[in-house]
């Protein structure tokens, strides 16, 4: 089974800074995707960034961007120019790729994300 | 607006009653999968359908189940309600029917916060 683990319970940033959110998982799998969901105090779960794992090059979008270490099984992500809508819960999630039907996401724990003006 | 309808949005019940949640998946989407979010936790997996049929289970209770109809749409049952089963429970859905390039991307509802007094 696999498990997707994020060490950081918490963490502020100043608006306008950088916050670095760590995830490792766990896997026996070659081909899978990565993502990172937010959640903020709405509680809509809104995807931020995905990750195939076959593709070596890190993904972005716009202030978001992910640090793939494959071998370390690591899926850090990067926010910059932090904003106040920024603050919300952050998923790191791990999704297997097998056949055609889709598959579950196994999510962490969260990480709490505060962005202080 | 994912375009995943989950009804109702809130629900008060006592212990031991029963409740139905609805899911409506994205328009072509064949599965659907089924989350708990207790409080200030971790999404857990519940249970995914596609295309009628249970696909994967996960850490659902036997007081719980599901199904999807031919229609798409699914529901949740639970049962035997216990105040531990309040909790925000979000469906979700994937994988396009005619075959729409599956991106891996799951799509969530709103969730249905259910309380159980």
């Known amino acids: 089974a696999q498990t997707v683990t994020q060490s950081q319970p918490e963490m502020s940033v100043q608006e306008a800074e950088t916050v670095t959110l760590s995830c490792t998982y766990d896997?026996?799998?070659?081909?899978?995707?990565l993502f990172w969901y937010k959640q903020p105090p709405s509680r809509q779960m809104i995807l931020v960034i995905r990750?195939?794992?076959?593709?070596?090059q890190n993904a972005t979008e716009n202030r978001f961007s992910v640090n793939f270490q494959k071998a370390a099984k690591s899926f850090s992500l990067k926010i910059s120019d932090s904003q106040l809508g920024d603050t919300a819960m952050y998923f790191c999630?791990?999704?297997?790729?097998?056949?055609?039907?889709?598959?579950?996401?196994?999510f962490g724990g969260g990480t709490r994300v505060l962005v202080k003006p | 607006d994912s375009g995943v309808t989950q009804t109702p949005k809130h629900l008060i019940t006592a212990t031991g009653q029963r409740v139905t949640l609805r899911c409506s998946p994205r328009?072509?989407?064949?599965?659907v999968y089924w989350y708990q979010q207790s409080l200030d936790q971790g999404l857990q997996f519940l249970i995914q359908?596609?295309?009628?049929?249970?696909?994967a289970k996960g850490n659902i209770l036997e007081r719980f189940s599901a199904q999807q109809f031919p229609d798409l749409h699914s529901e949740l049952n639970l049962s035997s309600l216990e105040l531990g089963d309040s909790a925000l429970y979000f469906c979700?859905?994937?994988?396009?029917?005619?075959?729409?390039?599956?991106?891996?991307?799951?799509?969530f509802g709103e969730g249905s916060r259910l309380t159980v007094l």
């Open positions: 979700a859905s994937s994988v396009l029917a005619g075959g729409g390039f599956n991106t891996g991307e799951l799509f």
């Open positions: 999630a791990f999704m297997k790729l097998r056949g055609a039907a889709g598959n579950k996401l196994t």
């Open positions: 359908y596609y295309n009628g049929e249970e696909r």
């Open positions: 896997t026996s799998e070659s081909n899978y995707y």
């Open positions: 990750q195939e794992a076959y593709k070596q």
């Open positions: 328009s072509g989407d064949l599965s």
